[in-house]
Structures are given as structure tokens and as C-alpha cells.
């Protein structure tokens, strides 16, 4: 399908996947771009954690990021949380009070999503819920919708459930090791509940699965152009379309927030360190965290090198920066290795490395054809076996990208090479 965000500005996508729940597509767009590789962007990070810091009209909400939100003690994360699980049970027309028994659990569980995992790394999620016990997989039971959808049924099949104890009825579900600690949490699950169920809630219909696709999709743009939340809102907004289905401003600015929120939580928690706190040594070590200082600086094609950044040829010809094998050259010359300057001929600078021996600063190559190293048009440095540091295209800057699980990139790689000067 394509997704419009805003004027002039089209995403052609081809299937997805879940983040933290969320529906991220990775179809190709323009020009070769996937919309994980913008989402794992650092300035787009950057600018989905500004838009989950606002408030419903762009301005700051009036607390930082992780500190106490509307009075709830909620951060933003958690705030979209305890949402999501107060819209599943309106969804399934079941009374507050199973709202306060799921938010209570939730909070003793994950303190409502700051800890998604329990149980020695056995269970996750809102409910510390184990996909051994048939909640589903490990991404689904990280849905928060899921998550709670799934608690519902349970405590739905609970005999006279709503006249019995909060204890009594979560710890049916949960079978804690600690069943008494959940009524502690009943007070303060009643006032989330009331307090969200009070505030002003999408007119009529909650979004469908598609509008929720296309306003995380849009978010993500629109960020990644690093527009004013107010106005990637009304672009987010305005690409919807005048469709019978579509929801009110109302909903489609809760959704966006919510979404803001849980990949804020979820992007950042994917984003490698800076280099300042990567850890290990050794030659690959010091790649890398060269590489990681030039975040930021614009591809050039043809342009850096072991000087560091520089005006390119052709279309890089007004541009100081980076293209990929610059890059690299630079990096490695960093850490007290001379390779040479292009992708093809890079290909010969060390011996070829296993993908399951990868090690960071090793160069990740990928071709056209993956089984011909002739038609090598790419290279990257590895950052730790699933996310490398790189200079992409034109009109992009050296970033962050998760590679594996990117089909993109899958269906191109072609091999990975641990430099070594003299090595030929």
C-alpha cells in the first residue's frame, strides 16, 4: 500500500513488524529508505521522546520526561500503558473494576512497563506473562493491548471475579510468590482509572488496526524530518484522509501520543551507546567508536578518508562528509589500520568473518547479487552482530541502523571482513 504523511511525502511499504507492539512497517520507500532504518535514527529517537514529552497541544506537559505526569506519578510510558490496558477494557465493554484489577497488577508486576521482565527471563511484559502458559509469543505478550486482552480473559473466567478481593483475583491469575502485595496497589489503580477514564476519549470509535498503522507510520516521518509535534500532528492527521472510518482529532492525538510514548521506551532501549561509554578494547573497539563520533555528519559520495570528512565528487561535490567506504577507511585508520578506499577493494582487507563471529568494527559488505562480491555496493561497521554504524545515501547523515531482521539488508549480505594493514 501507500501510506501518505503529510504533503509530498509518500511511503510505498511491503509487510512489518512489532516493536514493543507497535506496528513498524519496513517496505522499501524512496530512494531505497526503510522506515526501521529512520526509526532507529538517534535525531529521530531524539524527536519521538520530544513528542511523548508534550502534552495534547505540543506544549511541555509541565514535568520532564520519567518524572511524575498529571498528578498519577506516571511517566509518559506509562501513562500510554495504563491507557492502553483502560481502551482494551472499554473495547470489550467490561466495568472499571476489572480496569483497576488489571492496572494494579500491572504496577505490582512491570511498575506498569519500566520492568518488562521477570521470572529470570521467563516472563514479559505489562503482567510478567509467560508464553509457556499460552499467552502468546514473547512480541505478543509485549503488546500492551495484547497483553491486557489476555489478563481480561482470564479474570473474566474467574467465578463471581468482580465481588472478590483485588488480591484474590490477580493472584489467581498471576500466582505470585507474593499474593498479598497487590492490594497495595488498589488506592493508586483506582485513581488512574478514574482519572483516564474521565478525560476527554476518542467521539465515537477507537482507531482500527489501519488507522493505528498509518498514524505510527506518519509519526515516524514526521519525526525523522524533525517537525514541531504540532505540526507532524496535523500532517499525521491530514494524511488520513477524509475515510468513514477515520476517528476524531481527539483519538488520533491520543493515539499519537500513546504511540510517542511506547517507542520512545522502545527505541531508546534498541539505541547502541555512545562511544564514551562502549565498553571492551582492542583495533575494532577503537572503529567503532570513531565511527560513532561522526554521527551526524552528512554522506558525501566520494568524499572522507583517513583525514576524516571531505567534499565529495559528483553529487557529493558541494557536500564535506562521508560516503560508506570513507567511512570506514576513516574509522579504521583510527584505530591504527590502513585499508583502502572503496567497497571493492575493501573486500580484500582482512580475512572474511563467520556472521556469528562478527565483532565490532568488523566491515558488514552487501551486493545486488550476494553471491558475486563484483556487485558490492555498500559497507558498514558492526556494532554488535544486529546493529551497524554507517553512511547511507544522499540527503542522509552517518547513523545508527539495525540491520538484522531489515530484509532490506538481509537479502543483500553478502560477508563481513576483520581488517588487517598488509592484508592481500
Known sequence: MIVAAGTGFKLATAGGFLLGGVAIVTGAASSGTHLSDLAHQPDTVATICDYAGSGPTGSPSGAPRGTASGGLGLDAGQLSNARAIIDTANQLSLPDRAAVIAIATALQESDLGHDLTGDHGTSFGLFHQKPTSGYGTRTQILDPHHAARAFYARLTHLDGWQRLPLTQA??????????GAYAHQEGRATQIVRTLSSAPGPPGTFPTDDIKDRITTGLVLTAARKLPRDQ????????????????????????FQD???????????????????????GRGVMAIRAAMSQLGVPYSWGGGGTDGP?????QGAGTVGYDCSGLAQYAWARAGTSITRTTDTQWH??????????????LIFFATNPSDPATIHHVALNFDGQRMVHAPQTGRTVEITRWTGN???????????RPQTGHR
Open 259 to 281: 504511540d510517542a510514548a511506547q517507542l520512545c521506551a522502545e527505541l531508546g532501549a534498541d539505541t547502541p551507546d555512545r562511544p564514551g561509554n562502549l565498553t571492551g578494547s
Open 349 to 362: 582487507d582482512g580475512p572474511h568473518i563467520p556472521r556469528d563471529k562478527l565483532q565490532p568494527g568488523d
Open 310 to 314: 571531505s567534499t565529495g565528487t559528483d
Open 232 to 255: 507532524a500532528l496535523t500532517q499525521v492527521t491530514g494524511s488520513l484522509g477524509d475515510s468513514p472510518n477515520k476517528p476524531g482529532a481527539d483519538a488520533v492525538a491520543r493515539q
Open 407 to 417: 530484509p532490506y539488508y538481509e537479502s543483500q549480505y553478502i560477508g563481513s571482513v
Open 170 to 179: 490477580a493472584q489467581a491469575i498471576q500466582k505470585s510468590a507474593s499474593p
